[in-house]
């Protein structure tokens, strides 16, 4: 999900690390409108793509813009995955067994949280799934919403997020509503020596990032298109590395079904069953191929195209995708508030505490 080195971004909002992807300050995205009450401190809100690449370096340089504290939304399967990658175990071939043998994945974590410390970075895992809903078979699920054509797709699995999430964001929105920020915008307060920035991240920085800073930013009086055109950002802040993501998807279990289920609506001869669809697998990965009940079957040019559609809308940050998740959250939940409330537990003074540190002149 990392390249080493990041394009050239606009500067605010982004900040061009190497080794992390779609970093930015939330607040210096949304500022250019007001809120009712006043605009978003900067240096506090930062969100981004997996932090798992960088080196110590890489730490010192995300503590100098504000960073002290990073909150990982992922599940476990995705935490061991980014380590695996890391240091090639997993992969098949000479190439990966040699990586295996000069570094392991206990090594390589430790030395990255030796630099995380000596950074002065704090690190908290809060996960939105348990474990077991990253099963191949709920992944799965999930890719299919996301590849939905219409916009409800996402609605669908941003609300499957925002109903697991609860704990998870409670944990990182407490941690917010404590900082020792000023209340009022003049005189200027000197930066801390210490950053107090919460850093919010989960594998690209989009799905269960991007709710969280859309719910957040909601309950902060921020306008919806303002929180659309933050969150539509990220499709800039991923933009290199989309084709090795969509290739990425292509290859995956969701992906999979997704195909045989488009090859059976245009040949309903093949009878392809839900056992099917568990059971088929793409051969070395080779996304132009799927083995089902033993046969090796080419997926036909089209179901390919549609395929690259939907990956292309799964890595998307449709400013529609996030008004239409806004909508969903007043129906639901009353707004921002009352799921804050409702669903994260939040009470009256810890609301207050958020408005009073995030919002300039509160």
Not at 37 to 46: E, Q
Not at 200 to 222: E, N, P
Not at 228 to 241: D, I, P
Not at 249 to 258: I, N, V, W
Request: aromatic share 6%; net charge neutral; with cysteine.
């Amino acid at each position: 999900m990392t390249a080493t080195q990041n394009p050239s971004l606009p500067s605010p909002p982004f900040y061009t690390i190497p080794n992390i992807n779609n970093l930015r300050d939330a607040a210096l995205a949304c500022n250019h409108l007001s809120t009712p009450t006043g605009k978003i401190r900067p240096g506090v809100l930062f969100r981004s793509a997996e932090v798992s690449h960088l080196d110590a370096g890489g730490w010192k340089a995300v503590w100098e813009i504000g960073v002290g504290h990073v909150f990982d939304l992922r599940s476990a399967p995705e935490v061991e995955k980014g380590w695996r990658g890391i240091t090639g175990e997993g992969k098949s071939g000479e190439e990966g067994e040699n990586e295996e043998k000069v570094l392991g994945v206990g090594d390589v974590r430790k030395g990255w949280e030796e630099g995380m410390r000596r950074a002065g970075v704090r690190r908290t895992w809060c996960p939105v799934f348990p474990e077991a809903d990253y099963s191949p078979e709920r992944l799965a699920e999930r890719y299919m919403k996301y590849m939905d054509e219409s916009e409800s797709g996402f609605i669908q699995a941003y609300h499957d997020i925002l109903t697991h999430a609860g704990p998870a964001f409670r944990t990182i929105l407490q941690y917010l509503a404590a900082l020792p920020l000023p209340h009022h915008a003049s005189p200027p307060s000197p930066p801390p020596s210490v950053p107090l920035g919460a850093l919010i991240h989960c594998t690209a920085g989009k799905d269960r990032t991007g709710i969280f800073f859309g719910i957040l930013l909601s309950f902060l009086d921020v306008p919806k298109e303002n929180i659309a055109a933050e969150y539509n950002l990220t499709e800039q802040g991923l933009s290199h590395v989309r084709e090795q993501v969509v290739s990425r998807l292509m290859q995956a279990s969701g992906f999979k079904q997704y195909a045989l289920r488009n090859m059976a609506a245009q040949d309903p001869s093949l009878s392809i069953s839900e056992q099917d669809l568990k059971d088929a697998h793409v051969p070395g990965g080779v996304p132009g191929k799927v083995v089902i009940r033993g046969k090796e079957v080419d997926i036909p040019e089209s179901v390919l195209e549609k395929g690259r559609g939907a990956a292309l809308r799964m890595i998307g940050a449709r400013r529609e995708s996030m008004l239409g998740v806004l909508e969903m959250v007043e129906r639901e939940w009353g707004g921002a508030e009352g799921y804050l409330r409702k669903v994260c537990g939040l009470g009256t003074e810890e609301l207050k505490g958020l408005k009073k540190g995030l919002v300039v002149g509160v």
